[in-house]
Nanobody
Framework: QLRLVESGGGLVQPGESLRLSCVVS????????IGWFRQAPGKEREGISC????????GYPDSVKGRFTVSRDNAKNTMYLQMNSLKPEDTGTYFC????????????????????WGQGTQVTVSS
């Protein structure tokens, strides 16, 4: 059974860092596209970055560019989101996702591109 479980969220002060992890079970992650998304209260779920099975990345929105990095460790069936220099506007629920994109193909980093989701982990940035 496909399952994605995020961890690593919490309460931090502005300027601090967090690393979120997402352990995937039930599939071989190497065959799947992965993505990280976030959702602030009252807002739409926003794609942070997505990576195809071939390693191509969709890049990052300006709001997190240079501060966030998405990576994957296929050997551990795990994906990561490294977040540095956190800001209060980064507060939200963070989700990981896996998708059955054609091998190596890059899709838009949007919610409909993924069929499997984790339950989310809360990140709060506040002084």
């Amino acid at each position: 059974q496909l399952r994605l479980v995020e961890s690593g969220g919490g309460l931090v002060q502005p300027g601090e860092s967090l690393r979120l992890s997402c352990v995937v079970s039930g599939i071989t992650l190497d065959d799947y596209a992965i993505g990280w998304f976030r959702q602030a209260p009252g807002k739409e779920r926003e794609g942070i970055s997505c990576i195809s099975s071939g390693g191509d990345s969709t890049g990052y929105p300006d709001s997190v560019k240079g501060r966030f990095t998405v990576s994957r460790d296929n050997a551990k069936n795990t994906m990561y989101l490294q977040m540095n220099s956190l800001k209060p506007e980064d507060t939200g629920t963070y989700f990981c996702a896996a998708g059955t994109w054609a091998r190596g193909k890059l899709h838009p980093c949007v919610r409909p591109s993924f069929g499997a989701w984790g339950q989310g982990t809360q990140v709060t940035v506040s002084s």
